[in-house]
């Protein structure tokens, strides 16, 4: 089965610009993550989404972040404006089930932001 | 509020000796719980998880663990670790009806000395 892919895998820009990164989740995983991760740190979640709803996006930085999952499939996650504490891996994950099932992830996507 | 803590930061140790990943959670109501493992520059992968029935759950690559209701433990362990599962280790928790959010702990460093 594949798993859940992520572009791109690095990307650099300068504060203020904005980027955008993709995720295809596995096929018929109702359940989509993105995570932050900070070198040295666990992974910190920033949205939740049931098929193409959103269950949680209590930690999201709602000013600079935004994040969408039309029909269901894939997604995409925006950062506009970057700034520079958004550098991090960006990490998509898939589970069949919610929190109850095993997550699958992605490569993720290292963003520095300089 | 429901939390995951992993006890060690960081856990040197020389091959072949045995190791034990401790991780704790907060509340007593139902939780299934998850160990992920990600290698230097890796995605995360599932380790093992306890989602009901025998407390003692076995996983990839030796490793087991044991859930402890009582003391709301999820310790990991491996009997003789190798160089190769010098890695980050990471505790995750769901809990009953919380959306089926998915918690993180910080992770702890195995670093595995020849």
């Known amino acids: 089965e594949a798993g859940v892919a992520q572009s791109p895998r690095y990307k650099i820009i300068e504060k203020r610009q904005s980027v955008a990164f993709w995720c295809n989740p596995i096929s018929g995983h109702a359940t989509l993550y993105w995570y932050q991760q900070i070198l040295g740190q666990g992974p910190k979640l920033l949205i939740q989404?049931?098929?193409?709803?959103?269950?949680?996006d209590s930690q999201l930085p709602k000013d600079r972040f935004s994040a969408e999952r039309l029909k269901g499939v894939d997604s995409t996650l925006k950062i506009q404006p970057a700034k520079l504490e958004d550098s991090a891996v960006y990490l998509c994950a898939s589970t069949l089930q919610g929190g109850v099932t095993e997550a699958f992830f992605g490569q993720g996507t290292r963003l520095t932001v300089v | 509020a429901q939390s995951v803590t992993q006890l060690d930061s960081q856990v040197p140790v020389f091959e072949e000796a045995p190791v034990e990943l401790r991780c704790n959670y907060s509340?007593?109501?139902?939780?299934?719980l998850f160990w992920y493992v990600q290698y230097p520059n890796q995605g995360l992968q599932l380790l093992l998880k306890?989602?009901?029935?025998s407390t003692l759950v076995k996983g990839i690559n030796g490793f087991e663990a044991e859930f402890n209701k009582s003391q709301t433990s999820f310790h990991l362990r491996k009997p003789s670790v190798h160089i190769s599962d010098t890695a980050e280790y990471f505790c995750a928790v769901t809990y009953a009806g919380n959306n089926r959010k998915l918690i993180w702990g910080l992770g702890t460093s195995l670093a595995v000395n020849p």
């Open positions: 306890y989602l009901s029935g």
């Open positions: 989404f049931q098929n193409n709803g959103v269950v949680d």
């Open positions: 509340s007593s109501v139902s939780v299934y």
